[in-house]
């Protein structure tokens, strides 16, 4: 079979995309397949085209109705005979489709997850086999998965009847534990797996700690360029987006679930077609959106898993032009999300006082409800928790009845206990300095990926970061570095906060905590992390620092090269004066603001008033800890892995770029950092580029920065 033809021939592409014939191929042949890749990687296509080669009918699960108008639209464009059965549509156009589909003169049929549990529906589909299921958003069948939908989790029950089609099952979002779980829930049979593509060479990450009051008004501030619209700002709930949204006036809108549906299609229309440049969402946009040329997509609270705001921050640049993500976080947002787990986890009590109500009839719930005594919102959480583990079911109308599941309580702990993981996971992210797009990629386990640092987010390229600036340190904080620094020499790796008190250097924990990170940043010191198990048996993490090679090695007298962030308070005037009178509005182009004679005149950091240590963290979350935090990323690059010993004539070639480094900076009147951090330094000496195009390739290097200093470097490199 010609895959490579009947793509062009039906879709009118040229090619496939990086790993979608491979995946073509298997499904074709006839293989289970599981597909995660991030959205916008084309994964659509990995069922259509192979629904199309093995004829006959496709059967397509889709959880949105709005995801099934957008594909079942294309593919009609495309000539395709395409029929859809969800609540949307009417009892006519619904039995129309299933003599369509029963004459077999379908080639997809989209159906919602809840149609599979209408009585005699599986049956009805079961009378023609399909030749292809697939399962579109599979990690919503995930107790696991942040939209997790209870109505896909039965959906493996029914899918031995339409066998032996293969099952296909897609997703964007699935860790490993979510990707073992589908496996299981869909009952896939021995799947080919592929899980892909998760790094994007085109997303600039930053991550910002930032008090709760300024967030609005930075992110007016930040959207005030053109360059950073189209923007997805995503707010912690409808209220906050409705506020932010009319701050923002004209050309934004808020969009949540809140609004009736002819309000939010209008958004969403309008986003499209370029009329509004500014959605403010709750979690609820984005799902089936394809506008490829969103710029910006801020945060402005910590999302509630990894997953989720990777699948935010992933609508950003869709059409691969260079685009910027924010998040602003504090630990009181860590705090909210832990509120948000009480209200939405009833305690297990209430779950049992509800479940030995049920009996094996359906009951209608408004009176199961008024003996147990529930507000309507609790107890509609609750039949939603028994149903999610299995303890009761609900038919089409909302009535309940009991079910077989008997160890609900655990289960029901369990998923408790995952949801404060991933809670911690995303604290953990925001609050690690470590290469954003890196940490991501090894969260979603992405094996094949080399995990080199991305050389654009906020931890490698801090001088092009918006939201945070950065600063030289003053003559004190230099000196207090350079006690670190000498601390470390020759010990062993030492635990931070014992540091902190044996130095004495009269700065609390939190500022010390941002000396530790400045000088990772800067590629000086590595932080590891480790546990210890208190007298009560708890178990404690903490960090130890130790010194790098490039630590080790780096001549006393030399600049530090560390960089400072600019302390984050609306209450320093200094600083928002700066802001407004700045020419060039923060934004995807922004450079360093000010110039070195101007950091060095800085007042010193004062320090804040705000907890002095957030260890110890609870324990036991899954991000991050395989092979300790912080230095990881920089461990990992085998380019620039400072213990990989150089030859005689690389370690002339480094020598001869840092004195260029030295005299550039000084005519510029820039640090030494914002000329080439050190570890592109040691790229540069590693992979020797010849021209420009190589210099563009090299990782760490911005673009900006291999136009400007390109020519100076390849003479060095090559004259
Ligand atoms: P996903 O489901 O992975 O988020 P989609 O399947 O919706 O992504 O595809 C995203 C876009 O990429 C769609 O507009 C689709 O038409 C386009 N696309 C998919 N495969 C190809 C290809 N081989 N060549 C060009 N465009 C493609
Ligand atoms: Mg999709
Ligand atoms: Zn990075």
């Avoid at 619904?94 to 529906?121: H, K, N, T």
């Avoid at 107890?379 to 599941?405: P, S, Y």
């Amino acid at each position: 079979m010609d895959l490579a033809a009947l793509l062009h021939q039906t879709f009118g592409f040229p090619a496939f995309r990086a790993n979608q014939e491979a995946v073509c191929r298997a499904a074709t042949e006839g293989r289970d397949v599981l597909l995660v890749m991030p959205t916008g990687a084309g994964k659509s296509l990995c069922y259509q085209l192979p629904a199309i080669a093995r004829k006959g009918t496709a059967l397509v699960i889709s959880p949105l109705i709005a995801l099934m108008d957008d594909q079942a639209a294309k593919l009609s464009a495309l000539g395709l005979r395409v029929a859809r059965i969800h609540s949307g549509l009417s009892r006519d156009e619904a039995r129309q489709a299933c003599r369509d589909y029963l004459d077999g003169s379908l080639q997809f049929l989209f159906i919602a997850p809840e149609r599979m549990r209408v009585p005699g529906f599986p049956e009805m589909l079961a009378k023609r086999k399909p030749a292809l299921i697939a399962i579109d958003e599979a990690h919503c069948i995930s107790q696991w998965g942040h939209d997790f939908r209870p109505d896909y989790r039965t959906l493996g029950e029914h899918l031995p009847l339409l066998r032996p089609a293969p099952v296909i099952a897609l997703t964007a979002t699935a860790t490993p534990t979510v990707q073992k779980d589908i496996v299981a829930q869909i009952r896939l049979d021995s799947p080919a797996l592929f899980i892909h593509g998760f790094r994007r060479h085109n997303l600039a990450i930053e991550v910002v700690e930032m008090s709760k009051p300024r967030r609005n008004q930075f992110t007016i501030d930040l959207l005030k360029s053109p360059e950073c619209r189209p923007a997805i700002v995503y707010a912690p709930s409808r209220k906050a987006a409705e506020e932010l949204a009319s701050q923002l006036g004209r050309g934004a809108a808020a969009y949540h679930a809140g609004l009736d549906p002819a309000t939010r299609e209008r958004v969403q229309r309008h986003f499209l077609s370029g009329n509004l440049e500014v959605v403010v969402a709750t979690i609820a946009f984005g799902m089936g959106i394809d506008k490829a040329d969103v710029r910006t997509v801020v945060h402005t609270a910590l999302p509630g898993s990894v997953e989720a705001y990777y699948q935010e921050i992933g609508r950003a640049g869709r059409d691969g032009q260079p685009s910027r993500t924010v998040l602003l976080h504090s630990f009181v947002d860590r705090k909210i999300h832990e509120g948000f787990l009480e209200r939405d986890y009833p305690p297990i009590t209430e779950l049992a006082r509800v479940a030995a109500l049920l009996t094996g009839d359906f009951q209608m719930p408004s009176l199961l409800r008024q003996r147990v005594k529930m507000d309507v919102e609790t107890f509609d959480r609750t039949a939603e928790k028994l149903v999610a583990q299995g303890a009761a079911a609900f038919d089409i109308a909302g009535n309940l009845r009991v079910t077989e599941n008997k160890n609900w309580q655990s289960g029901y702990d369990r998923q408790l206990a995952f949801r404060r993981a991933q809670i911690d996971a995303m604290a953990r992210y925001a609050e690690t300095p470590q290469c954003r797009m890196t940490a991501l990629i090894r969260h979603f386990g992405d094996t094949e990926d080399g995990f080199r640092p991305c050389g654009r987010c906020d931890f490698c390229s801090p001088e092009r970061a918006t939201a945070q600036p950065f600063r030289s340190p003053t003559q004190q904080e230099d000196r207090q570095l350079r006690t670190i620094l000498r601390a470390l020499d020759g010990a062993a790796p030492r635990a931070t906060g014992k540091l902190h008190t044996d130095l004495g250097l009269g700065i609390d924990r939190r500022q010390f905590d941002a000396y530790l990170n400045a000088l990772t940043r800067a590629g000086l010191i590595t932080l590891i992390a480790d546990t210890f198990t208190n007298a009560e048996g708890k178990v404690i993490n903490f960090k130890r620092a130790s010194l790098t090679h490039e630590g080790r090695t780096r001549d006393e007298g030399g600049d530090l090269a560390v960089m400072l962030p600019e302390e984050a308070d609306q209450s320093n005037p200094r600083r928002s004066k700066q802001r407004k009178q700045s020419k060039h509005p923060r934004g995807l182009s922004s450079r360093p603001k000010r110039s070195g004679a101007e950091r060095s005149a800085s007042p010193p950091l004062t320090p804040t008033g705000t907890p002095p240590t957030r260890e110890p963290k609870s324990p036991g979350a899954p991000f991050m800890t395989r092979s300790g935090m912080g230095g990881t990323s920089r461990e990992a690059r085998p380019a620039s892995d400072p213990t990989v010993t150089l030859t005689q004539a690389q370690q002339a070639l480094d020598q001869r770029l840092r004195d260029w480094r030295t005299a550039e900076a000084e005519r510029l009147g820039l640090p030494q950092f914002f000329v080439l951090g050190t570890s592109t330094l040691r790229n540069i000496v590693l992979s020797h580029p010849r021209n420009l195009a190589d210099l563009r390739k090299l990782e760490g290097l911005t673009l900006e920065k291999a136009e400007r200093f390109g020519p100076g470097i390849l003479e060095l490199l090559n004259g």
